[in-house]
């Protein structure tokens, strides 16, 4: 069993095949994140909690935060109840709030690559 929050979720990451890029695009923290909270020159305070519990409901988070119950939340679970009244199905004005500002930062990152394309292959002419 892991001793730490940190070493809890990267294993979840690793066992959703979660990259560390991915997890800090969705959960808005900084690049290499992960790895400073790895080395322990950090901690991860309740606004990030909260980011992953949004971000990754499966997560268990009583797992996360005390490594007992299992990884992955599920309703028949009875040994980790003491978040079940904190589980509540977003509303859909924040569905699609959080949908349209994924497909803008999709939009964005593929007008990038395009630019990237397009020096490429002005370089290879």
């Not at 797992?63 to 992955?72: I, P, S």
Request: with cysteine; proline share 2%.
């Amino acid at each position: 069993m892991s001793k730490r929050v940190i070493d809890r979720l990267i294993q979840f990451l690793n066992y959703r095949k979660i990259s560390a890029y991915s997890f800090g695009r969705v959960c808005q923290v900084a690049n290499g994140y992960l790895k400073k909270q790895e080395k322990g020159k950090g901690s991860i305070g309740s606004d990030i909690i909260e980011r992953i519990h949004r971000s990754y409901p499966a997560l268990n988070l009583v797992w996360l935060l005390t490594g007992k119950g299992n990884m992955l939340s599920s309703s028949q679970e009875d040994n980790a109840p003491l978040l079940r009244e904190d589980i509540v199905p977003y509303s859909l004005e924040e569905t699609i709030i959080s949908l349209k500002e994924r497909i803008a930062s999709l939009e964005s990152a593929i007008r990038d690559k395009e630019k990237i394309i397009q020096l490429l292959e002005s370089r290879s002419r």
